[in-house]
């Protein structure tokens, strides 16, 4: 059963700053791995999808990188501003399916 | 800008009594998710479909929960009889193969 960690569970920062967001995983068979962000009170916003074969996605200030045989992932956002601040969940896939199995997320404050 | 419509956004009710969430997914995609989120758990996936057939409904507790798809538009996930351990908040996502899951707003579910 795929197990999510994702590290650090929140995150305090000033504007501008360059910033990693963790996310380990205990089953390395996945069929992709999804990026969201959430909003107090919102839905999940899909970030970046990252297909099993790719080793990294980007959009925008947005790089995420997938090792997979390590069991890694990593978000990395340039410049943080104020709107980025929200909750940032990683979703792999369990197994070969597309079912998704989400980390309890890490909650960023990016503060002006 | 297409969206995923869930209905209503707030449920309060009383323990016992039917509760039915309602889900319009994206014109055109042909995947639908039901995911289930508490404080204790994070997300959950409960049940999804590909071209309205059940797929996975595993996470979903069969005895009072069930989940339907009666056309390419509607997506209902009712529970019969509810209880206070049902409160959450209930997502509906839906998507492509290979692409993205887009998420509703969601279901805020309190069961008194």
């Known amino acids: 059963k795929q197990e999510v960690t994702q590290i650090p569970a929140a995150l305090s920062v000033p504007e501008g700053e360059n910033l990693v967001l963790n996310c380990s995983f205990t089953d390395s068979a996945i069929y992709n791995l999804q990026w969201f962000r959430q909003d107090p009170g919102k839905g999940l916003t899909s970030l970046l999808l990252?297909?099993?074969?790719?080793r990294e996605q980007t959009s925008g200030r947005l790089n995420a990188s997938l090792d997979k045989s390590s069991g890694r992932s990593t978000l990395y956002i340039a410049a943080s501003q104020p709107g980025d601040s929200a909750t940032y969940l990683c979703?792999?896939?369990?197994?070969?399916?597309?079912?998704?199995?989400f980390g309890k997320g890490t909650k960023l404050t990016v503060n002006p | 800008d297409a969206r995923v419509t869930q209905t209503p956004r707030h449920k309060v009710t009383e323990m016992g009594q039917e509760v039915t969430m309602r889900c319009q997914p994206i014109l055109g995609h042909n995947t639908v998710f039901w995911y289930r989120q508490t404080m204790m758990q994070g997300l959950e996936l409960l049940a999804y479909f590909r071209n309205r057939a059940p797929l996975d409904d595993s996470g979903m507790p069969k005895d009072r929960f069930s989940a339907e798809m009666p056309d390419a538009t509607l997506a209902t996930l009712k529970i019969q009889p509810s209880e206070p351990r049902d409160s959450a908040v209930y997502f509906c996502?839906?998507?492509?193969?290979?692409?993205?899951?887009?998420f509703g707003d969601g279901t805020r579910l309190s069961i008194l």
């Open positions: 979703a792999p896939s369990q197994g070969g399916s597309e079912k998704l199995v």
């Open positions: 996502a839906s998507g492509l193969t290979v692409q993205p899951q887009h």
């Open positions: 990252i297909q099993s074969s790719q």
